[in-house]
Nanobody, 113 residues
Framework: VQLQASGGGLVQAGGSLRLSCAAS????????MEWYRQAPGKQREWVAG???????NYVDSVKGRFTISRDNAENTVYLQMNSLKPEDTAVYYC????????WGQGTLVTVSS
């Protein structure tokens, strides 16, 4: 299984980005998927998750601003990030939980004030 994250970049505060996580060689279409992030000097934190059935959950700090979604036909999970804040600056990782769990390589999001 390989998870390829993309879509990061530099954006001004208040802007938007959409991250993508494409899975290959997996049954990710029936798996839960999650996004984590790790800011400089901080521990990695869970950001959002989407279940096999499509139920979603978010950390309080991104509720109402971020939306996780999935396209099972494309084996891709997205994280739409709106109203970005400087404190959202981090490397974002996609993660497929399970008995054998997989991490994507990370994509850097930088939000300037």
């Amino acid at each position: 299984v390989q998870l390829q994250a993309s879509g990061g970049g530099l954006v001004q505060a208040g802007g938007s980005l959409r991250l993508s996580c494409a899975a290959s060689g997996s049954t990710s279409s029936i798996s839960a998927m999650e996004w984590y992030r790790q800011a400089p000097g901080k521990q990695r934190e869970w950001v959002a998750g989407i279940s096999r059935s499509g139920s979603t959950n978010y950390v309080d700090s991104v509720k109402g601003r971020f939306t996780i979604s999935r396209d099972n036909a494309e084996n891709t999970v997205y994280l739409q990030m709106n109203s970005l804040k400087p404190e959202d600056t981090a490397v974002y990782y996609c993660y497929q939980p399970g008995i054998k769990a997989y991490w994507g390589q990370g994509t850097l999001v930088t939000v300037s004030s």
